[in-house]
């Protein structure tokens, strides 16, 4: 592709409230030549209004190409235009696929993909269920994607890196500002993995409220299925679970408490129709035949974290206090006198070991015990 046909795709990028297909057309038919087009060249190449025409042609010209240019250049940020043979193939086929991606780290080529995504406030149970679906997804060969936000999405990423395996991130900001600024570290760590990080927005694009509904059919579009975990009436993963339903995407759903304010969102998609998913044999029954791993080619033994080092003083008194009886983190926490945060990762780590096991009641229990 010319600089110069590089740079009216990141023009027309650029232009809020314009569809990829209005887009495609005006990219296509200018292409180069965008620049010194007219108002009227805009609505004929576009199928636009004067008036949309005018205010598409403005935006797309104020915009400096050449700086976006450096700015990923520097960044280590690969473009990938709509017609590039490396664009994700399922995400191509929704109806409204991003013109042009941003990627920091490893291609988007898998042949399973599948969305984990819920509340930024999590109960103590939605992040364990989040861990535990993407940690089983990934040992199985799935690519886990998310949106790198705080709560669930985080815990799945974290649960794919812990196993060794690939995840994507989608961001509602430019990857020049990565948002939450927290989670610049794991976004480090899912690229220095295999993984990718991903954009439609430019550069330094701010995360602005109406980013993240966009963002959300990335999320959905890049996947075979999206698995809701905890979420209010009003959450954005609902969002995500009607654009998977838009797409022709499979939606799953984890159950949780009856009288919790985050079990609303799955709840809802439940009775609506979603399926219901406890473990990962929920989701896999339920995808397309081509879409389902060959769990005969996985060998979960070898991506969970091995047993040494040597276990730290905090993983001993956890495991002490466990002794033959089942325990909550509530409880686990005053007798260990470990904060819960603090307390939410030991746990998780020691399941990766293979130490601990969660059991009926929101407990958890040392293995052999």
Known sequence: MSESRLEALLRLNAVDGISTAASLALWEILGELLTNASEADFAAAGGLTLDEARRVRSEALAFDADAELSLAVKAGVRLLAYDDPGYPQLLKQTFDPPLVLYVQGGDLEADLTLAIVGSRRPTPYGVRMSRSLAKEAAQSGAVVVSGLARGIDAAAHEAALAARATTWAVLGSGLGRVYPAEHRGLAERIKASGGAVISEWPMQAPPLKGHFPRRNRIVSGLCWGTIVVEGTEHSGSLITARLALEQGREVFAV?????????????ILLISGAYLVRRMSDVWEKLPPGARPDVSLYDP????????????????????????????????????????????????????????????????AKKGS
């Open 255 to 267: 159950p949780g408490p009856a009288d919790s304010p985050l079990s609303e969102a799955p709840h």
């Open 301 to 364: 033994g070898a991506a969970k974290a091995p047993r040494g080092p040597s276990l730290s003083l905090d993983h001993q008194k956890i495991l002490q206090l466990l002794g033959p009886d089942a325990r909550t983190l509530d409880e686990l926490g005053l007798a260990s006198g470990i904060d819960l945060s603090r307390l939410s990762n030991i746990i998780f780590e020691m399941e990766l070991r293979d130490l601990v096991a969660p059991v009926p009641g929101q407990r958890y």
